[in-house]
């Protein structure tokens, strides 16, 4: 039996996207309220003491991670690589997985109706 827990957070920042069509309104210097949402998972016989996955509020050095290094930033100059959702998901778990073992997943919105996600 597998358990997740899941937290949402949120930063705006901006970025311009590389390798599109002349034109493209995402080639232009633009920015975004973003979502990130990780998701942590464990075996029931892995649940901490008083059973949790992860106790949430150990998620908030994430937090402040993304309010400092992140929030009201340009993408471009923090990440190696286009800075679309989905390198996004990539990189915020390739950080982080190291401190959460358990991070099964990243998912990162741009718009309220789109999510890229990263699950590997």
């Given at each position: 039996?597998?358990?997740r827990?899941?937290?949402?957070?949120?930063?705006s920042?901006?970025?311009?996207?590389?390798?599109l069509?002349?034109?493209h309104?995402?080639?232009?210097l633009?920015?975004?309220?973003y979502?990130v949402?990780?998701?942590?998972?464990a075996?029931?016989?892995?649940l901490?003491?008083?059973?949790?996955?992860r106790?949430?509020?150990?998620?908030?050095?994430?937090?402040?991670w993304?309010?400092e290094?992140?929030?009201?930033?340009?993408?471009?100059?923090?990440?190696?690589?286009n800075?679309?959702?989905?390198?996004?998901?990539?990189?915020?778990?390739?950080?982080?997985?190291r401190?959460?073992p358990?991070?099964?997943?990243?998912?990162?919105?741009e718009?309220?109706?789109?999510?890229?996600?990263y699950?590997p």
């Amino acid at each position: 039996m597998t358990l997740r827990i899941s937290k949402e957070f949120s930063f705006s920042a901006s970025h311009l996207l590389d390798e599109l069509p002349e034109g493209h309104q995402c080639g232009r210097l633009h920015g975004h309220n973003y979502r990130v949402e990780v998701e942590l998972s464990a075996q029931r016989e892995a649940l901490t003491k008083p059973g949790f996955v992860r106790d949430y509020g150990e998620l908030s050095r994430l937090k402040n991670w993304l309010d400092e290094k992140l929030d009201h930033r340009h993408l471009n100059d923090l990440m190696s690589g286009n800075p679309t959702a989905e390198n996004l998901a990539m990189w915020i778990f390739e950080e982080w997985i190291r401190e959460y073992p358990e991070l099964s997943a990243v998912r990162v919105s741009e718009t309220p109706k789109t999510w890229a996600e990263y699950r590997p």
